[in-house]
């Protein structure tokens, strides 16, 4: 591990926010702790400054599950469970929690109260997963009942709680997939809501109270019209339904049983098309390279297959093609990559190894564009956006190295 990001990694996890509120607003201090806690899982005794990375990790998720009360807003710790552009931070939440419970020096040295505390939190993510994504359920809304959610929307939005597919996936490994399963059968919404007040995880049960309707649709599903959805006639009306959560877990028919497999549909919309950096709009209008970085025209990876979804897609108003988008999805993406690489969950079977290949292209053309800044389109106008303005803010200095640094060099 030569990342140079993994001090300011670690010097950042102390002040760790994972977006606990119903505005979804990203931390880097989350992504912060995932890198760290990626790197404490190959080398829990590597020492940056004083302390040894596991210890570092320890001590930041004491703070997060000591289950203090609220703080003056109100807030706990733990992230809501809400679905939505939360889900970024959220399943970095997961993520972190997950490689948690794998090296026993981190996970012992946490008091009873505290590993209770990453259970619960983890079953209430995997509920809101299971609501928004599972086969047998769409029902429009967030847990919140505050925002539309439809698990066929663009990455950026659905990969969250899909990426709870990839949260998903990860519940899997952390509970196991008949245990899991055994959860949601025998879900009881008032139970386990009661456990989670007196757990002191105010934000997920102040999250799930909001919309009254919530509770039946978790325990028996059933129709749903979210106050904001579209008329009938438009795209997208037709009434929410769903069948509760009290069912096994399916996605596109892949079980909790096949968490690669789950992981696997995400990166296969990904990173499903050939590069192409101009991209007609409308006449004369297109895409281009600021050239803030070199003159070149093109990207690089020019032609071959692997380019981001949100570099070719759609949006209300038409064509989209945006860099910050695409991140937005590589966020959650390779974060994910991450946790399964280090445990040696990833594949190195053709499957894994025709990811790995896109995923490279992928990374390399988005971070190529954003250093060259990148005049794109999005909501029917211009968008300009560059590293240094739009990503970095973002946390791409603790995203990027967990695709560099855990994953070989590959060729297109």
């Not at 809101?128 to 698990?151: E, F």
Request: charge should be neutral; hydrophobic fraction near 40%; include cysteine.
């Amino acid at each position: 591990m030569r990342n140079p990001c993994l001090g300011a990694a670690k010097r950042g996890a102390a002040v760790l926010l994972w977006s606990p509120s119903v505005s979804g607003t990203t931390s880097p201090t989350t992504f912060a702790l995932q890198l760290t806690a990626v790197a404490a899982h190959l080398n829990p005794d590597r020492k940056i400054g004083d302390h040894a990375l596991a210890e570092d990790v320890t001590a930041t998720l004491r703070t997060l599950l000591d289950g203090a009360g609220p703080d003056a807003e109100g807030h706990t710790r733990e992230p809501d469970a809400a679905g939505g552009i939360a889900g970024w931070t959220h399943n970095a939440a997961a993520q972190i929690l997950l490689l948690a419970k794998r090296p026993p020096a981190i996970w012992t040295a946490l008091s009873p109260a505290g590993r209770q505390r990453a259970d619960l939190t983890m079953h209430a993510l995997a509920a809101a997963g299971h609501h928004l994504t599972d086969d047998d359920n769409d029902d429009h809304t967030r847990i919140d009942g505050i925002g539309l959610q439809h698990k066929r929307w663009n990455p950026n939005i659905a990969e969250g709680y899909v990426g709870y597919v990839d949260m998903m996936a990860t519940a899997s490994l952390y509970f196991g997939a008949k245990d899991l399963n055994n959860f949601f059968l025998t879900f009881d919404f008032n139970a386990f809501n009661a456990q989670l007040k007196a757990a002191n995880l105010l934000n997920i049960y102040r999250c799930w109270h909001h919309e009254p309707a919530m509770r039946e649709l978790f325990m028996g599903g059933g129709a749903y019209t979210h106050r904001n959805s579209p008329a009938p006639s438009q795209p997208e009306g037709v009434p929410a339904c769903g069948a509760g959560i009290r069912n096994s877990y399916s996605y596109q028919r892949r079980t909790l049983a096949q968490p690669r497999e789950i992981y696997r549909t995400q990166c296969d919309r990904m990173y499903a098309k050939s590069v192409r950096t101009i991209i007609v709009i409308d006449g004369a209008n297109h895409p281009r390279l600021l050239q803030r970085a070199s003159t070149a025209t093109l990207s690089p990876d020019e032609g071959h297959m692997g380019m981001c979804y949100e570099l070719e897609s759609m949006d209300g108003p038409g064509m989209r093609t945006s860099i910050i988008y695409a991140f937005e999805g590589l966020i959650i993406n390779l974060g994910t990559a991450a946790t399964f690489r280090v445990p040696r969950l990833w594949s190195d079977h053709l499957s894994g190894r025709d990811i790995e290949r896109r995923m490279a292209v992928g990374v390399s053309d988005t971070m190529f564009r954003a250093k060259e800044g990148d005049r794109g389109w999005a909501g029917g106008k211009e968008t300009i956006a560059w590293l240094a303005k739009d990503l970095q803010p973002l946390g791409s200095d603790y995203i990027s190295p967990l695709w560099s640094e855990f994953f070989p060099p590959v060729t297109p």
